[in-house]
């Protein structure tokens, strides 16, 4: 038998498994590609399912070239999840009119509060910087207390406060600080 043939169909596996309870099975196939600073590159592919809140994950980190023998260094991994170890895949969380979306879990168990969120205006997963109002943060304050800091915008932030008491609390000032400042013309364009 040819072994393109064979190839075709039998080195390739399903991605993963959809929790048992799910009632819509579907995935959500990405992309992705970072350059890093020594020549080298991480390029990954995942499948986010929003429905039952499995992720599965590939991703490898390609070496720059070797001029010895002309070829590239690559280190691979692969592994499964759920939604709330990333944040990506959960619902946003509606807060003083803007939507959070969750980043990864604070210490990485369930039931843990995310550690972060993007701010938008509108339910609408950010898929660009320029989608993001603001960020809010988890940070510990002098006595080793949960406070939480808030940026206005995103990369470089044109505000900012810490310490304060809560994640409602962060998305008011998000909110308010938004419609004090004046708007760009790039933010007025996407609203």
């Known amino acids: 038998m040819s072994l393109r043939l064979a190839g075709a169909y039998f080195d390739w ?15 959500e196939i990405q992309t992705m590609r970072r350059d890093q ?7 990954g592919m995942r499948a986010v ?23 590239r260094l690559a280190e691979v991994s692969e592994r ?3 939604t709330w170890v990333i944040g990506y895949g959960q ?10 979306h969750p980043g990864p879990a604070l210490l990485g168990r369930p039931g843990n ?11 609408a997963t950010p898929r660009t910087p ?27 932030a044109t505000a900012t406060v810490q310490g304060l008491p809560s994640r409602m609390a962060a998305a008011r000032w998000i909110a308010t600080t938004a419609t004090a400042l004046p708007v760009d013309n790039e933010r007025k364009a996407s609203q």
Not at 91 to 100: D, E, H, Q, T
Not at 132 to 154: N, P
């Open 130 to 156: 320029a989608d993001v109002l603001g960020v809010i943060a988890q940070a510990r304050g002098k006595r080793g207390s949960l406070v939480w800091t808030a940026a206005l915008g995103y990369d470089p």
């Open 49 to 71: 399912c929003w429905s039952c809140g499995s992720v599965h994950e590939l991703t490898a980190v390609i070496g720059p070239e070797q001029p010895e023998d002309g070829g």
């Open 91 to 100: 619902s946003a969380v509606k807060a003083a009119g803007l939507w959070l």
């Open 13 to 27: 596996r399903p991605i993963g498994q959809h929790a048992a309870e799910c009632r819509r099975p579907a995935w």
């Open 113 to 123: 509060p995310a550690c972060g969120y993007l701010v938008t205006t509108t339910p």
């Open 37 to 43: 600073f020594n020549g080298s590159y991480q390029a």
């Open 80 to 82: 499964s999840m759920a």
